[in-house]
């Protein structure tokens, strides 16, 4: 009997331990949760407003950036006698889009959210900014963009915002990036007793044939040109660029359209003999030529590999965004220069009709920032997303906390930060990519040119050509699933249409608010052709790319 | 005996009042929703007055764009319906042709998904009744141009159309605004289906003047005049004239880079950077 | 306390019915209804949303001619049989831990096998990843220490075409995972003493012990663990899709069914096609867990 009640004993101050830990535990939950929802004054003091600010950029100086530039928001509305307490979320990007849908569906979203997925997403979830940014920006007065319009203080002007399918403004851009090579000075010096960055491919191999030869002389491994092989992000880049600078003529002459064109374009022109189809496969020869100096095995090395390895010593040049430049440039124990994507020019075999480096004017866009339909608090959110691409507030995030480039016009920029800034001084932009269909038949080319890397062949534009028509199949395919998304489209246009005119012909609005409507229907209408000239022209693609032959004309 | 009824009567009136008021709401409130294209709030709204002529029509129109749960043929018989009562407003009657056309067109376009479901539906006749019953109008406009692009694919109808595409635009009496889709359709298909380049341009300069709404459509135009005019029609002063107006409206685009180029080939110097203009 | 119960009176006894109905509910919209769904979608063009539009059997015409599917089961195939070599060392650890004499020594093993457990598959995928990396990853280290390549050589692991399956097949080396081993040992431990008794009068060795006796009385633990081997080697591909990426490694050279609905359907936006595959992997899944039943008899 005394066992007995000694166990029961046992058992109680047991349960009520357990129970003690319980209470504890959650006294500690509730107090978070009143921190994350903004602290007590929110509890106490019901006038105070909560927004919250999420998104995935979970980079070193992002977030600190912003609960500087919050701190000072809430501050200055308390001057203007509003009351409010800015939330930021950081959500992690592998999650993010799952969480956002969940967020947008459920019906309690944040107030400004980092948009990403579909347009129809954006379409039917966030709010359509084109009634604003035609406003000035309030928070602008006083420094150069005063006068600008919202629209006006991007450096775009939007463009890169612009939904091609809505023919609508869903979000805003907050950053910019270019593509730059990190290159470690000291190991250069060692492997070419020279601290001379290259400025031409032809220097670039150059020095990369010395960083393999001094590699092997003192049994280091080094790697010449460290590369995002997982995600085949620098393969991507590296294809664009090149191609841009050897075929960025194209956009001259190869559209019957005007300027620029589309892949049919060059398709049909390699069809009736007027573009010689070796034009298009002298970048791929040129990628398999630099690609010799890539990692080994590199298609199966990621970002976070690359970076160790590059700062392990043994890396000469990394190619990658603007986005990692301070990151680089800090943590490595050496010198890093910031330096350009090397020219390619005459001195090299491919380089006959090389047209020079890219211009990056009004390119390399991100951080796309909207508000959802369902936000409770629309007029603060829309305040707050135009204070945080306000001229001073963007600077003090992008450019002094993370150290990326703005996404506004005006901005000066300096130190390291010059070398991050856009080209703006050659006369050619992009070219069409032929190749580039966007999607998984562009995964294919990507993969199609790691192969050509690592097997040599004699022939790379010819393996390469032979292997794209290979996966004429799969191209076919994706395209008419294009054809059809743009059929749906013209549907979902008209459903658009529709809603404006009835909502423009409702007799109780007044003028201004007819004018919206009528302006938006306008942009909805002025969409229609070009989703038809879409559709030709990827019907004009699946044609022209049936043809395309095996053998050289 | 009128003193006995005059209460009920004024209290009938007063209620008969304050239901049209509150039927004047509900509607506004439905429109309100249907124009914010919010379809299931649109579908709630018009479901409580479902004999209004308003609510007909959008419940109708919700069944047809809401992608979540459409109702295609019930959403166009009842479309079809509403075209043809004459006791509603044009503005009603107009908005059920224009989007039963439009969308029976469509689907002939997806014979493997709807089969021959429009085939009931003469879309062309269609398009020709809204256009003569809102002259003049937006939506004529837009049934011309959904009606015009498939006439010019036709290889038989094909110059009747171009003539009657013309004939269309100098004829409208309209805000001229509205004619900017339908100039750039034009552009399109001169270039498209005849090489036409004169022509071409000549709706792209129009529709530049006239103005578009979009404002990346207006930068695109600005600079695909300038390009037309220098290298398809060779006109070299009309080519300079809108390079440099470009560049100067857009300095900061890329394309004005591109421009700055195009100029230095034509011998000329581009103008200076300076300000955006405000709007 | 436990309390018998006629099956007549709990038939009758309707507050059980009510208590099985909530995670009856919970299982059919939560298991069963995602699988339905997935069955009536394989008819459809269906971008997970609001896209829907019925085709018929052309996505089960398009499975049975897709090369790369058809390649992706030959891979899967190479990986079960791999696992069912890899079944036979926790069975040996098993039987080498039921014999171990001291208790406490015991206890102890059993707890250094259990507390790896706590890692996160994830974490262990990575770190193999790591072991992999051609210049700076383990394996290549150790190779280059040992002399087998030069320090300037590398073993491509994960992108070479001819060692990526047998790198994935390596993974997870020596394979003694504590889960099998518990279960094998549990079943180890339920046999009588006497039967070793007997045996050990009759003069059985420790061999003829294994496989007379110990083996054949833990053949329902064996054949559990085959088909859940066998269901989960044909449904995973995450640790593909976490070494080698959404498109299988070179060429698709490492391409498993189930990183093939997954690029489907969260890469080309073809979920419809998505289920036309979920539907083959079921009918094979289920095939083999027939066959199983069928060959590994449990004969005590």
Known sequence: MSKNN????????????????????????VVMVIRNHGGTETIFSPDTKVITFAHWQLEDGFREGFEEAIKIYEEEKARQGVKVKVRQLGIPIRGYSQWLLTQLIGGEPADVLELTGSSDIFNQYFVTLSPYIGERNPWNKGTPLENYSWRESFVDDMLASLDPNYSEFFSVNLFMMTVRVYANVDLIRKATGSDKMPDTVTEWLEICRKLREYGKATDRPVIPIGVRGFDKATLSTLFYDYNAQLNGDLSDFISAYGFGGVPADAFEAINNGTLDRERLLDPVRLIAEIGQYFAEGFPSIDLEQTKYLFFSGNVGFFIDGSYNAWSMVNNSPFEVKVIRL???????????????????LGSGLGGKFGIPKRTKNFDLALDFLRFITSYRINQLTMVEHSRWLSSLKQVKYEGFMKDLEPITDTGYTGANDPFNNGGYSYRRVLQLLEKIIIEKPSDPGQMFWEGFLDDRPILTSELYETVLGIQRTLWSMDGSRSALSLGGSNPSLSEEERELFRRRGGITQEGVTGRYRNLDDNIRLMREVEKLKREKN | MFQMFRIPVLLTFVCGAFAAVGSDEAVDAIMKAYSD???????KLAAKLPEHPEARLVTALCDLYDRTSPQIERAQQELALLFREESLSVRLRSEAGLSLARTAQLMKERRDIYGNAADIYDHLALFREVEELVPDSAMARDAFLYRIREELEREESRDA??????????????????????????????IRLRSDYANAVRHLEAACAEGFDNPSEARSASFRLAFLCDRKLKDRERGIRYYRKFISEYPFAALSIVAKRFL???????????????? | MAIEVSVKKLRNYYPAYFLIAIPLFLVLLFSYHPIVNGFIHMFYRWDGDTVEEFIGLEYMWRVIHDSELLHSFWVVTIFVVANVVKMILPILVAVVLHHVINDRIGYLYRILFVVPMIIPAMVGILIWKYFYEPNSGILNGMLRAFGFIGPTETVQWLSDPALVIPSLVFMGFPWVGAFGVLIYLAGLQGISEDIYEAAEIDGA????????????????????????????????????????????????????????????????????????????????????TLINNKIVRVNK
Request: aromatic share 12%.
């Open chain 2, 37 to 43: 294209m919010n379809y299931p709030q649109a579908r």
């Open chain 3, 205 to 288: 060795g420790a061999l003829t012990v294994f496989f007379k006796i110990e083996l054949p009385l833990i053949m329902t633990q064996v054949r559990i663990n085959l088909v859940l081997m066998i269901i989960s080697t044909i449904q995973s591909w995450e640790n593909i899709f976490l070494f080698l990426g959404a498109d299988g490694g070179p060429g698709g050279i490492a391409m498993v069914p189930g990183l093939m609905i997954f690029r489907e359907a969260f890469s080309r936006g073809l979920f419809g096609y998505g289920c036309a595959i979920g539907f083959v992997i079921f009918v094979v899944t289920l095939a083999l």
């Open chain 1, 342 to 360: 090397p020219e390619l020019t005459a001195a090299h075999p491919l380089g006959g009709h090389a047209l020079g480096r890219v211009n990056e």
């Open chain 2, 264 to 279: 230095k080939e034509l011998g000329e110097e581009s103008v200076e950077v300076g300000d955006v203009e405000e709007q």
């Open chain 2, 161 to 190: 159309a171009f003539d009657e595409l013309e004939r269309f635009i100098v004829e409208f009496k309209g805000d001229a605004r509205l004619l900017t889709p339908l100039r750039q359709m034009a552009e399109y298909e001169y």
């Open chain 1, 6 to 29: 000694d166990e029961f004993s046992r058992n109680s101050r047991f349960q009520r331990f357990g129970l003690v830990l319980a209470i504890i535990f959650f006294l500690i939950s």
